[in-house]
């Protein structure tokens, strides 16, 4: 094969006008990430604790009558009833703000991160660098939207078996109430995510931004959130924080007290959801400005 | 709003930014082209051409700015101050980077994707066919493994990946950083072909190479960098030189004296048994009968070239700025 054979008259020359650019490159990344066993892992995980929290151990509380950490005090009649369909806009999002806004930290961070560990970042920037970096934002929010969507089809059809099992009726929450937990449960996600995917680009690594990110939602927002209750001023600025942000929505959605971890009532709903918006930007914005601005080593 | 456009900023310079005062010739233009990091200037003043078609040599000792400035071209690293024209367009704007396809630092592809995949991704990102990533699979060999995942290749096959990934598009320019890394000689020898393949069919090709005997065979012309500046710019046969002289007689230190006398007390040069005379060819009958007046027994007299090697010691260890043809 000789070189002038490359020079192939179709499908060689890239769109000049630039039209698509930026769906192209969320073909590209959904193409890269659907074949990626570690992003598999990770929704994995994350279907598995919604399922094993929001099913398992309530249901196993029910029908030995003990209590788990997130069920204490619970009669044996709400129990059953949070298992069954009509609960389902309520188990989709109880998860969400502790370890299902981590896990899509982690996402983020690695689909940004391990880009730059491996050099591909580099090969895709020689063609330009926000196009591409758009692309893999956009197909994060593909990718998020997809497993919410799965949860409500996974929650559904547990919570059917469940009510067959029990022998209950199948009663169906509202659309509206069904479609708002969704919505909560998106951008709680997207907030994550996005937030997860900025620390990837900021530290250049996988490791470091996985790290950094957990160590802040798991641990420094609780400690801060504890100091908080005594010192006033550490209280004030807890309230803008984003798993303070999360959560508060959350609880706006299921009706904050019931025990959830990770579910709060520190901020009322409206706030919350311009709270995490403006967390989703800022993230978004920062990781435009990093790739941008900085040199590609 | 286009990418990179504080780099455009950096690196447009006024009265150039319309593509018809361009010298369609010329596919990479650096003027005054420098990069600091704090005091250290990694790239200093480095102006840099690089024509149409031809197989430009970029060579330089490890740390000598090389890669620095092969980013700037790519747009990858913007520039403290100078510019970089690519295909008369600031480097990295969307009209350069989509004809230009490199090979930077070592390939970077995603591990647990196979090659044809990799591939495949960086193809959808441009727009381009999957038709496109068979051809430069072919192209560097690799159809037949393309289905193992990458970080079952070994170096060489990452190597060649890479090449392909800069082939995809079909550029008008491509930068090849080090492409025979890891390759063995034969696949040294196939990168060889397709270098020059390319620069057959229309390909401009700045390559980067320690291999400076691959240089000097394929490049058309050279530019050689050091501490950062670029000491020297010509063609091959320019910077190698006139052929010299090479005698081996005894008694040696008699050939020697003969030579001092002949090309002057800097002319000369030992070469192990040899003496090497900065003298044209046609002095050979000269020198012969110089040494046999001398009583030397001559047994080899011949003309002899300067490899790119030796040229090259000497520029990177006297690094004075200069430009050839």
């Excluded at chain 1, 959130?225 to 803008?240: I, K, W």
């Excluded at chain 2, 990858?76 to 630092?105: M, Y």
């Amino acid at each position: 094969m000789s070189a002038s054979t490359l020079r192939s008259p179709t499908g060689s020359v890239p769109d000049a006008a630039g039209r698509n650019t930026v769906a192209r490159s969320v073909r590209a990344e959904l193409f890269r990430l659907r074949a990626w066993p570690a992003m598999w892992a990770t929704l994995g995980t994350w279907f598995l604790l919604a399922t094993v929290f929001g099913y398992v151990f309530p249901y196993i509380s029910y029908t030995t009558g003990s209590a788990g950490f997130s069920t204490e005090g619970q009669s044996a009649e709400v129990l059953l009833q949070g298992v069954l369909p009509e609960s389902v806009p309520d188990v989709l999002v109880q998860g969400t703000p502790l370890f299902g806004g981590a896990l899509v930290l982690v996402l983020g961070a690695l689909v940004a991160g391990n880009g730059y560990t491996w050099g591909t970042w580099k090969t895709v920037f020689t063609h330009g660098r926000l196009r591409p970096t758009i692309g893999a934002l956009l197909a994060l929010a593909v990718i998020v939207a997809a497993m919410v969507i799965v949860t409500a089809v996974l929650c559904t059809a547990i919570s059917v078996v469940l009510a067959t099992v029990e022998s209950q009726p199948l009663i169906w929450s509202s659309a509206a109430d069904l479609l708002r937990s969704a919505g909560t449960a998106y951008l709680v996600f997207m907030m994550w995510a996005t937030i997860g995917f900025a620390l990837g680009t900021y530290a250049r690594s996988a490791a470091l931004s996985v790290g950094l990110g957990l160590v802040w939602t798991l641990v420094v927002e609780n400690l801060l959130r504890g100091v908080g209750s005594a010192l006033p001023l550490v209280q004030d600025v807890t309230a803008f924080l984003p798993g303070t942000a999360a959560g508060s929505l959350v609880g706006a959605v299921t009706g904050a007290g019931q025990g959830t971890p990770g579910v709060v009532d520190v901020i009322s709903g409206p706030r919350a959801v311009v709270t995490v918006t403006a967390y989703i930007v800022v993230a978004v914005v920062t990781t435009g400005i990093l790739v941008r601005r900085r040199d590609v080593n | 709003m286009t990418d990179n456009t504080t780099l455009t900023t950096a690196t447009d310079r006024p009265g150039r930014a319309g593509s018809a005062d361009i010298d369609a010739d010329v596919v990479v233009e650096t003027s005054a082209l420098t990069k600091r990091y704090g005091d250290r200037a990694a790239v200093d003043s480095v102006d840099m051409t690089v024509r149409r078609g031809e197989i430009y040599g970029f060579l330089g000792p490890n740390g000598a700015g090389k890669t620095t400035t092969l980013r700037m071209i790519l747009g990858l690293i913007r520039p403290t101050s100078g510019s970089v024209r690519v295909l008369g367009r600031p480097a990295g704007s969307r009209e350069s980077s989509s004809c230009t396809g490199a090979l930077i630092e070592g390939p970077g592809f995603f591990p647990y994707l196979s090659g044809r995949a990799n591939l495949r991704t960086l193809a959808r990102h441009r727009g381009l066919s999957d038709r496109c990533v068979e051809e430069v699979l072919a192209r560097v060999g690799l159809v037949d493994r393309g289905n193992d995942a990458y970080k079952s290749y070994s170096l060489g096959m990452k190597q060649r990946l890479g090449v392909a990934a800069a082939l995809l598009g079909d550029p008008d320019l491509i930068v090849l950083d080090e492409p025979t890394n890891g390759l063995d000689p034969s696949g040294m020898a196939d990168m060889r072909a397709l270098i020059v393949d390319l620069a057959r069919a229309g390909h401009t090709v700045i390559l980067s190479s320690h291999l400076l005997g691959e240089v000097q065979e394929i490049c058309d012309r050279v530019g050689v960098i050091a501490n950062g500046r670029l000491v020297r710019e010509s063609t091959v046969s320019t910077l190698l030189g006139d052929a010299i002289l090479k005698v081996r007689g005894t008694p040696q230190d008699r050939v020697v004296s003969i030579a001092s006398d002949l090309a002057g007390e800097n002319g000369f040069e030992i070469d192990g048994d040899a003496v090497l005379l900065d003298l044209p060819p046609e002095r050979a009958p000269d020198v012969v009968r110089a040494l046999v007046a001398a009583d030397v027994a001559v047994s080899s007299i011949g003309p002899t070239e300067r490899t790119l090697e030796d040229v090259f010691f000497e520029m990177t260890t006297t690094s004075t700025p200069m430009k050839g043809v």
